[in-house]
């Protein structure tokens, strides 16, 4: 989900998530036009505290099942991805904004948009994921 579009969601349908990760894996059109799967990795080595929502949805009918569904927040990416051929970047949120992140203002949008702004800025490198 981009943060372009993360005012959009309605309200009271889904809380805010972290998901640490020392690593992401994106699709990327290869030099003879295949996929390819590229691993990108944090400069200096470090675990990211990435931005995501999730919801539990609860089953309509007797005998389905509920379901827990997330989406991690990404943004427009940093030139070392967009130069690897991806158009996105996961969100990374600074330490300091985690407890405003886990817990924010009711009816304040402009708060939780600040802090995908606000975002940790790592330098990443890439390979062919293994």
Same mark, same amino acid.
């Given at each position: ?41 944090? /400069? $200096? &080595?470090?675990?990211?505290?990435? @931005? ?6 609860? !089953?309509? +009918?007797?005998?389905?099942? %509920? ?8 943004? /427009? $990416? &940093?030139?070392?991805?967009?130069? @690897? ?6 969100? !990374?949120? +600074?330490?300091?904004?985690? %407890? ?31």
């Amino acid at each position: 989900m981009r943060s372009t579009g993360f005012s959009g969601l309605g309200r009271g349908r889904h809380t805010h998530g972290l998901i640490l990760v020392d690593a992401f894996y994106e699709n990327v059109a290869g030099p003879d036009g295949k996929n390819i799967v590229l691993e990108f990795r944090p /400069d $200096p &080595p470090q675990t990211l505290l990435v @931005a995501c929502v999730w919801s539990h949805w609860r !089953a309509s +009918k007797p005998g389905e099942q %509920d379901l827990l569904s997330f989406a991690i927040i990404t943004d /427009d $990416p &940093p030139p070392e991805i967009a130069e @690897a051929g991806h158009d996105r970047c996961p969100v !990374a949120i +600074k330490q300091e904004n985690i %407890d405003a992140w886990l817990n924010p203002e009711p009816r304040n949008l402009d708060a939780s948009d600040a802090i995908l702004e606000d975002k940790l800025r790592p330098y990443y490198v890439h390979r062919l994921a293994p």
